[in-house]
């Protein structure tokens, strides 16, 4: 047996983001405005991102070196370990190779400071000084306000209520870092008290909570910018990353991925993880199974429609080309906070359409149940999230014990479930509920969608 964990030195981090839109099967539609419908110009967008972000999310260029001061800060804890499950293939018998790449060794916990720690840099280089954003379960909430505080930039965190009240401790930990934290919808904003209007007693969510965010860069006049913790092009590209580190680590012991497996919400750890492998597939003809997977309560990519869509409830972002549940959709209360949300990445939503990927929906107990085996195997405690990544590894490898093929099995375990001990207890007392979505709400969402 080798070692556990294979590892690069600091002087092996990648040092370009890599960037698929000029790699894409179909080319991507453009964003457009939210209220003429019209191609959104870079002026459009500037409205809210920064410059330098936006000339990202619009880029073709392939490769986007990553500025030194950003690599600087990655190197506190990059390049993160790929890990061989071996204790875990024991566990489920399978004559497969399981890898892991680590990104819960973070200081916030998860792969989300990769984009968060890039987006201060280039606001700030860009004069901003005040960050805004959602934040659903705080993951990312989280990772940006560590961000602001290592760049030395104010930041705001629009939390989805259900959450503000279910998670204190994330709150604490955000305001540890500096981070100014409020229960979204707020009476602070336009967009907030409309929402509490129209929805009484709301318990808050993803697309309301943007939609505070944004409103708060959009009337600020340029000193304050709304950063996004997924789906966005550039988001995407900062995350590459961790597929690009994977690579690298793989190469060292002479493997390849057969099966590449990320959990999805925005698609941002999920592209991460992919990406860099697809061109294998695309150009190379290699034959790489990419699997992402989401909840069964919010299944974007598996039963959403293919249509462009609102980021957030009040309609102030851009319309993106995606599959969507609709931008009025408000899941059931599952445990991953982070799968919660009705859109997804473009790209992702491109390559799933295109077939180049696919998706699978899955419920929460036997999410649980493979986080347990994980927890006990491995001695990681993962977050709810990348259980649905490590649920589909397990079923692969074992489909793998049935066939006696070895195949190599790559997931990325997206963050660590520390502060998701509720969730766990509420599996261990079997009080986990397993939602199906009721055709109605897809049904809703066809009505939502704007008719172009
Ligand atoms: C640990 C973890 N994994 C995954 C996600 C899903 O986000 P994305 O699809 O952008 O990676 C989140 C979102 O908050 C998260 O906190």
Redesign the pocket.
């Known amino acids: 047996m080798d070692e556990y964990n294979i590892m690069l030195s600091v002087n092996e981090m990648p040092d370009a983001w890599y960037n698929i839109a000029p790699d894409m099967p179909a080319p991507l539609e453009p964003p457009l405005h939210p209220v003429t419908h019209q191609p959104a110009t870079a002026d459009d967008l500037a409205a809210i991102f920064a410059p330098s972000l936006v000339a990202q999310e619009m880029s073709q260029e392939r490769w986007h070196s990553i500025p030194g001061e950003v690599m600087d800060i990655f190197r506190l804890w990059r390049p993160t370990p790929l890990r061989r499950a071996y204790r875990l293939e024991k566990l489920i018998d399978t004559p497969a190779r399981i890898y892991y790449k680590n990104?819960?060794v973070s200081p916030s916990?998860?792969?989300?400071i990769n984009t968060s720690v890039a987006q201060a840099y280039y606001n700030k280089m860009d004069g901003v000084s005040e960050l805004s954003t959602e934040?659903?379960?705080?993951?990312?909430g989280t990772a940006l306000s560590i961000a602001c505080s290592m760049l030395d930039m104010k930041c705001t965190v629009y939390m989805v209520r259900v959450s503000f009240e279910q998670k204190p401790y994330r709150r604490v930990l955000m305001e540890t870092y500096g981070g100014n934290v409020k229960a979204s919808p707020t009476d602070e904003t336009d967009a907030g008290r409309m929402m509490r209007e129209q929805f009484p007693g709301t318990t808050g969510s993803l697309g309301m909570a943007i939609s505070e965010a944004v409103e708060v860069a959009v009337k600020s006049g340029g000193s304050v910018k709304y950063s996004l913790?997924?789906?966005l092009n550039h988001?995407?590209m900062h995350?590459t990353i961790i597929g690009l580190e994977a690579r690298k680590q793989l190469e060292k012991v002479g493997d390849y991925p057969d099966v590449v497996i990320?959990?999805?919400?925005?698609?941002?750890?999920?592209?991460?993880i992919a990406f860099p492998f697809m061109q294998d597939k695309m150009k190379g003809g290699r034959d790489i199974d990419f699997i992402a997977v989401e909840p069964t309560a919010c299944p974007t990519l598996t039963r959403g429609l293919y249509a462009y869509d609102y980021g957030d409830t009040a309609k102030m972002t851009p319309l993106l080309k995606q599959y969507t549940l609709g931008h009025n959709f408000v899941p059931p209360g599952i445990h991953?906070?982070?799968?919660r949300?009705h859109g997804?990445?473009q790209t992702v939503a491109n390559l799933t359409h295109a077939g180049v990927m696919r998706a699978v929906a899955l419920h929460q107990n036997p999410v649980f149940e493979a986080l347990i085996q994980f927890a006990q195997a491995e001695g990681i405690l993962a977050?709810?999230?990348?259980g649905h990544a490590i649920r589909v590894a397990i079923d692969e490898a074992k489909h793998c014990r049935e066939t006696g093929e070895a195949k190599t099995i790559l997931f990325n375990l997206?963050?660590?479930?520390h502060f998701d001990m509720t969730a766990y207890q509420a599996y261990l007392n079997k009080e986990l509920k397993d939602f199906d979505l009721d055709q109605s709400f897809i049904d809703q969402a066809e009505a939502s969608v704007p008719k172009l």
């Open positions: 990104e819960s916990g998860s792969h989300k934040t659903g379960a705080g993951q990312w913790g997924s789906v988001v995407c995350q990320g959990c999805c919400g925005g698609g941002s750890n999920y592209s991460g991953a906070g982070g799968l949300y997804v990445a977050a709810p999230e990348s997206s963050g660590h479930g």
